[in-house]
């Protein structure tokens, strides 16, 4: 018997080496869309909530655990749900837009939220990207959901019993409630929202069930309005009731539209049509698994493919779709910055200063068309604002800084993807360097004195004075790229190129870090290296010390030389993890997140430092590039609840595990260059949108052996860093040799490394 048990463990483990597998799973089944749900306003693990939704879909859906109008709508550690919601939140911070929710329920109906919440757990709940069920306790009722981009179905297995119903709350803030019963049908619109709307923000949706009404009316607030199947008030909505076998199925498709009730049900008949909820849920398994195996990754660590695969679902959820196919098939949307319809494309939920760093740069990589899309849809928000959205949701938001959608335009234009505006784009990023927008982080905030001085002042009323210096620094660095492609005049890709060097303004070469400093020259005192905020953006010195992706080279100079650059950044890592938090009164989730993971002062938990680890090879020292991502990997990333070490931000902080575990990352998107790190995988497999396949092989690759000791291109040796973009697009392979020991030779000549603007 235990030779038989060992054998057969022999073969269940094999199962699990992919690259010898007889059958590879799915890498939908591999994804936990819980991961990062179980945070809380003052610890992040992700503040992710499982989404119910299609690669980049209109709409999403998601068990609600929260109170209405909480943006931690679901908390893993919840007992109870309280309905199944429509959301389009891109963050709990942000929080939400254009959301309903739907509940069943058996026996004494119950309307307010509060008391008709059911207990559940995730013993009984299934949650993937393309399907999700749970078990209702309170009622013996399971609810299944699928989605498409605009459109659900649910299916709901009811008890035998009279009275079951279904619940559709419209939430507050402004609602509208219309049940038809000759029709099966409810209709209606809810108007709450958290910002970044016009006046005439309306989410329009249709329900139409496949079991005729028993009973039907409407509510407000949490009365039942009795005979009433219309109302429109601050809080309405309705609640039909059928009466049902042991193990009877209630079916309901539903959809919205940001454009008309009209539109909301063409979308239902357009994609849901006749479909079946399985035939529904079969084509979004296929979806997922067609944009998740565009690249496969082999090894022996089940765990790390699934967080992997999980990693890769965040990546592919935004930025949104906000845009509808009309009766003539046209696209067209609903612009959220004024409220009228538009021809075109139009994206959003999004901060660009989280994702500019990997989010976009996958997209350029491995979606040049839709990354086309966006672009087009940056340019129809132009048009509609008079400026580049910076943090939408759906329209701008007063979030963040910078002027990082310069970025996403270099880095397409330059990587060569085409097919949209460039001339406008290129005129909108013009117009940010001149202008402060309608909200303060929209356009440049404080580029007066960017422009007339060289750095945003710490006394004069801007706040994050030496982040905004920082980024938009970078950002001019994007322009003069872009300039020099669109052969704009010399004068002016040498004015951006100029100001890309403003970085040294903010360099104290005393201390030796980013530092704020005064209108008349002198650097700001007393400085404290560990204050949170204050000149820096959720973060502090030791974090924006690095924030120079288009110089390290000349950064790495002003430090003193690549031996005092490597123990600079050795520092980062030393210290203990103290930190001033004086500038907001206590600390806040970003804070105790860098404490309590025992890396000393690196605060990967936020996107700031995300990079830094990447930057030894600039200064030589390959290896501890290869060791530090490693032990990120290892140490802050599993496809579990607490799986992230902060805010996942819109694909982010997932992105950076995604080209991380492929051995290469951006540091400088507006460059055609990615930095190699150390491949987590013995193999993955990236297939372009043409077609062309390139693989990184690492077949010795292991939790011990991290090190690169050489690297072959397309079979010839390489020595460089970095790999460049149209090497990966026109496919090919690079091949590491991975040990246990670091090396000392392979990567470490100047010439090695990774562009920067200094020679």
Not at 414 to 438: H, M, Q, S
């Amino acid at each position: 018997m235990k030779i038989r048990y060992i054998f057969f463990a022999l073969i269940l483990n094999t199962s699990l080496l992919f690259g010898q597998a007889a059958t590879r799973p799915n890498p939908v089944d591999l994804v936990n869309t819980l991961m990062g749900t179980q945070s809380k306003f003052s610890l992040s693990a992700g503040n992710t909530y499982p989404a119910i939704a299609l690669p980049w879909g209109m709409n999403f859906w998601m068990p609600q655990t929260g109170k209405m109008g909480d943006g931690w709508s679901y908390m893993y550690d919840a007992e109870k749900i309280r309905g199944f919601k429509q959301t389009h939140q891109p963050s709990p911070w942000i929080n939400d837009y254009g959301q309903f929710s739907i509940l069943p329920m058996t026996g004494k109906m119950k309307i307010d939220e509060e008391s008709r919440a059911s207990w559940f757990s995730h013993k009984a709940e299934i949650a993937k990207p393309h399907y999700y069920k749970v078990y209702l306790a309170d009622y013996d009722v399971t609810t299944e959901i699928t989605p498409t981009e605009r459109a659900a179905q649910f299916r709901f297995t009811f008890p035998k019993a009279d009275s079951s119903y279904v619940l559709v709350d419209a939430f507050d803030r402004g609602s509208y409630i219309k049940i038809i019963p000759a029709e099966r049908k409810i209709m209606g619109y809810t108007t709450k929202n958290s910002g970044g709307v016009p006046a005439n923000f309306k989410n329009y949706f249709v329900l139409v069930f496949d079991k005729a009404f028993t009973f039907s009316s409407a509510f407000r607030g949490k009365q039942l309005a009795k005979d009433t199947l219309e109302l429109k008030a601050g809080h309405v909505g309705a609640v039909v009731g059928f009466s049902t076998k042991k193990g009877e199925q209630v079916g309901v498709k539903v959809a919205s539209s940001f454009i008309s009730p009209e539109q909301a049900e063409l979308n239902l008949t357009r994609e849901l049509g006749k479909d079946s909820f399985d035939v529904t849920k079969e084509k979004g398994e296929k979806e997922w698994n067609k944009e998740l195996s565009r690249i496969q990754v082999e090894g022996d660590n089940i765990d790390q493919i699934r967080t992997f695969y999980s990693c890769l679902y965040r990546v592919l959820l935004f930025p949104r779709k906000f845009y509808e196919f009309d009766k003539t098939n046209k696209i067209v949307h609903y612009s959220p910055y004024n409220g009228e319809v538009r021809p075109g494309y139009m994206f959003t939920d999004n901060g660009f200063w989280d994702t500019f760093r990997a989010v976009f740069p996958f997209f350029t990589l491995m979606y040049p068309t839709l990354n086309s899309h966006i672009m087009e849809g940056l340019a129809n928000a132009y048009d509609e604002s008079g400026y580049l959205p910076e943090w939408a949701s759906p329209g701008h938001r007063d979030c963040m800084i910078g002027s990082n959608s310069a970025s996403l335009i270099a880095d397409s234009y330059v990587k060569g993807i085409r097919g949209y505006d460039i001339n406008k784009l290129y005129e909108a990023i013009i117009k940010n360097t001149e202008n402060a927008g309608p909200v303060s982080s929209v356009g440049r905030f404080g580029h007066e004195y960017y422009n007339d001085l060289g750095y945003v002042p710490y006394d004069v009323k801007v706040n994050e004075n030496v982040a905004r210096t920082l980024e938009y620094a970078y950002a001019d660095f994007c322009i003069s790229q872009l300039g020099k492609a669109l052969k704009k005049p010399q004068k002016e890709v040498d004015l951006y190129l100029k100001r890309s060097q403003n970085y040294k303004n903010v360099f104290d070469p005393e201390t030796k870090w980013m530092r704020g400093k005064m209108k008349d020259g002198k650097f700001q005192s007393p400085f404290n290296p560990f204050k949170w905020g204050d000149a820096f953006t959720e973060g502090n010195s030791i974090h924006y010390t690095w924030s120079v992706f288009q110089d390290v080279k000349g950064l790495i100079g002003l430090v003193g030389g690549r031996e005092a650059f490597v123990q600079k950044l050795d520092t980062v890592f030393t210290l203990p993890p103290i930190f001033d938090d004086s500038y907001y009164g206590f600390p806040i989730h970003e804070i105790r997140e860098m404490q309590i993971m025992n890396m000393g002062n690196y605060a990967h938990g936020n996107q700031p430092i995300q990079h830094m680890i990447y930057l030894y090879n600039y200064a030589g020292a390959p290896d501890k590039t290869q060791y530090w991502s490693r032990e990120v990997m290892r140490k802050l990333y599993q496809a579990t609840p607490d799986g992230y070490c902060g805010d996942e931000d819109n694909g982010q902080t997932s992105a950076w595990y995604v080209f991380s575990s492929l051995g290469f990352y951006p540091v400088t998107p507006g460059t055609t260059q990615y930095v190699i790190g150390s491949p987590l995988f013995k193999k993955a497999t990236l297939t372009m949108e043409d077609g062309k396949k390139f693989v990184v092989q690492a077949p010795a690759s292991s939790d011990t052996n991290m090190y690169v000791q050489g690297a072959t291109l397309n079979g010839k040796p390489y020595e460089n860093t970095y790999l460049e973009h149209a090497d990966i697009q026109k496919g090919g392979s690079v091949q590491f040799n991975m040990t246990s020991k670091p090396s000392k030779t392979w990567g470490t000549k100047p010439e090695a490394a990774p562009f920067s603007l200094t020679k």
